[in-house]
Nanobody
Framework: QVQLVESGGGLLQAGDSLRLSCAASERTFGTYTMGWFRQAPGKEREFVAAIGWGGFSIYYADSVKGRFTISRDNAENTVYLQMNSLKPEDTAVYYC???????????????????WGQGTQVTVSS
Protein backbone atom coordinates (compact mmCIF):
# COMPACT_ATOMS: atom_id res chain seq x y z
CA GLN A 1 0.00 0.00 0.00
CA VAL A 2 1.48 3.32 -1.09
CA GLN A 3 0.60 6.39 0.92
CA LEU A 4 0.75 9.75 -0.81
CA VAL A 5 0.66 13.04 1.05
CA GLU A 6 0.28 16.32 -0.83
CA SER A 7 1.31 19.66 0.57
CA GLY A 8 1.80 23.22 -0.55
CA GLY A 9 -1.70 24.37 -1.43
CA GLY A 10 -2.95 27.80 -0.54
CA LEU A 11 -4.79 30.98 -1.43
CA LEU A 12 -3.11 33.07 -4.09
CA GLN A 13 -3.72 35.83 -6.58
CA ALA A 14 -3.68 35.56 -10.36
CA GLY A 15 -0.12 35.57 -11.65
CA ASP A 16 1.36 34.06 -8.51
CA SER A 17 3.47 30.91 -8.35
CA LEU A 18 3.18 27.89 -6.09
CA ARG A 19 4.90 24.54 -5.73
CA LEU A 20 3.00 21.47 -4.66
CA SER A 21 4.77 18.46 -3.21
CA CYS A 22 3.66 14.87 -2.91
CA ALA A 23 5.61 12.59 -0.62
CA ALA A 24 5.31 8.83 -1.09
CA SER A 25 5.80 6.15 1.51
CA GLU A 26 7.01 3.58 -0.97
CA ARG A 27 10.70 2.69 -1.06
CA THR A 28 10.33 1.59 -4.68
CA PHE A 29 9.00 5.02 -5.61
CA GLY A 30 11.29 4.99 -8.61
CA THR A 31 9.15 2.31 -10.25
CA TYR A 32 5.96 4.38 -10.16
CA THR A 33 4.63 6.72 -12.80
CA MET A 34 3.33 9.76 -10.95
CA GLY A 35 0.52 12.04 -11.98
CA TRP A 36 -1.16 15.22 -10.84
CA PHE A 37 -4.89 15.68 -11.28
CA ARG A 38 -7.25 18.40 -10.14
CA GLN A 39 -10.94 18.71 -9.43
CA ALA A 40 -12.86 21.95 -9.31
CA PRO A 41 -16.27 22.20 -7.64
CA GLY A 42 -18.96 20.65 -9.78
CA LYS A 43 -16.48 19.33 -12.31
CA GLU A 44 -14.88 15.99 -13.00
CA ARG A 45 -11.35 15.23 -11.98
CA GLU A 46 -9.00 16.21 -14.78
CA PHE A 47 -5.46 15.35 -15.74
CA VAL A 48 -2.80 17.99 -15.14
CA ALA A 49 0.61 16.36 -15.62
CA ALA A 50 2.43 13.05 -15.40
CA ILE A 51 6.03 11.94 -15.16
CA GLY A 52 7.46 8.52 -15.85
CA TRP A 53 9.41 6.60 -13.26
CA GLY A 54 12.75 7.63 -14.73
CA GLY A 55 11.72 11.25 -14.99
CA PHE A 56 12.35 11.41 -18.72
CA SER A 57 8.80 11.09 -20.04
CA ILE A 58 6.55 13.99 -19.14
CA TYR A 59 3.05 14.90 -20.29
CA TYR A 60 0.98 18.01 -19.61
CA ALA A 61 -2.60 18.99 -20.15
CA ASP A 62 -2.90 21.70 -22.77
CA SER A 63 -4.41 24.03 -20.20
CA VAL A 64 -1.22 24.09 -18.10
CA LYS A 65 1.48 23.57 -20.72
CA GLY A 66 4.11 26.27 -20.47
CA ARG A 67 2.98 27.31 -16.98
CA PHE A 68 3.30 24.15 -14.88
CA THR A 69 6.33 21.90 -14.45
CA ILE A 70 6.27 18.41 -13.00
CA SER A 71 9.43 16.91 -11.57
CA ARG A 72 10.46 14.15 -9.23
CA ASP A 73 13.23 13.31 -6.81
CA ASN A 74 13.41 9.54 -6.50
CA ALA A 75 15.94 9.78 -3.68
CA GLU A 76 13.39 11.77 -1.65
CA ASN A 77 10.33 9.78 -2.83
CA THR A 78 8.71 13.04 -3.83
CA VAL A 79 7.03 14.47 -6.90
CA TYR A 80 6.55 18.19 -7.40
CA LEU A 81 4.27 20.44 -9.39
CA GLN A 82 5.63 23.94 -9.95
CA MET A 83 2.77 26.20 -10.96
CA ASN A 84 3.51 29.61 -12.44
CA SER A 85 1.28 32.33 -13.85
CA LEU A 86 -1.66 30.96 -11.95
CA LYS A 87 -5.15 31.78 -13.16
CA PRO A 88 -8.51 31.72 -11.37
CA GLU A 89 -9.46 28.71 -13.49
CA ASP A 90 -6.63 26.78 -11.84
CA THR A 91 -8.63 26.80 -8.63
CA ALA A 92 -9.21 23.19 -7.60
CA VAL A 93 -8.24 20.44 -5.24
CA TYR A 94 -5.00 18.99 -6.55
CA TYR A 95 -4.31 15.27 -6.16
CA CYS A 96 -1.21 13.26 -6.80
CA UNK A 97 -1.48 9.67 -7.93
CA UNK A 98 0.84 6.72 -8.42
CA UNK A 99 0.80 3.79 -10.81
CA UNK A 100 3.31 0.97 -10.61
CA UNK A 101 5.29 0.46 -13.82
CA UNK A 102 2.58 2.16 -15.86
CA UNK A 103 3.48 3.20 -19.37
CA UNK A 104 2.89 6.84 -20.18
CA UNK A 105 0.17 5.99 -22.68
CA UNK A 106 -2.29 5.61 -19.82
CA UNK A 107 -1.10 8.55 -17.78
CA UNK A 108 -3.96 10.88 -18.75
CA UNK A 109 -6.60 8.62 -17.24
CA UNK A 110 -7.44 8.67 -13.57
CA UNK A 111 -8.45 5.03 -13.73
CA UNK A 112 -4.90 4.05 -14.62
CA UNK A 113 -3.59 4.97 -11.17
CA UNK A 114 -3.47 2.67 -8.18
CA UNK A 115 -2.96 5.11 -5.34
CA TRP A 116 -4.15 8.62 -4.57
CA GLY A 117 -3.35 11.30 -2.06
CA GLN A 118 -5.95 13.17 -0.04
CA GLY A 119 -5.64 16.34 -2.10
CA THR A 120 -4.56 19.90 -1.39
CA GLN A 121 -6.65 22.99 -2.12
CA VAL A 122 -5.36 25.66 -4.47
CA THR A 123 -7.45 28.81 -4.73
CA VAL A 124 -6.55 31.58 -7.14
CA SER A 125 -8.36 34.90 -6.93
CA SER A 126 -8.53 37.42 -9.75
Amino acid sequence: QVQLVESGGGLLQAGDSLRLSCAASERTFGTYTMGWFRQAPGKEREFVAAIGWGGFSIYYADSVKGRFTISRDNAENTVYLQMNSLKPEDTAVYYCAAAHLMTMGGSHYAGSYDYWGQGTQVTVSS
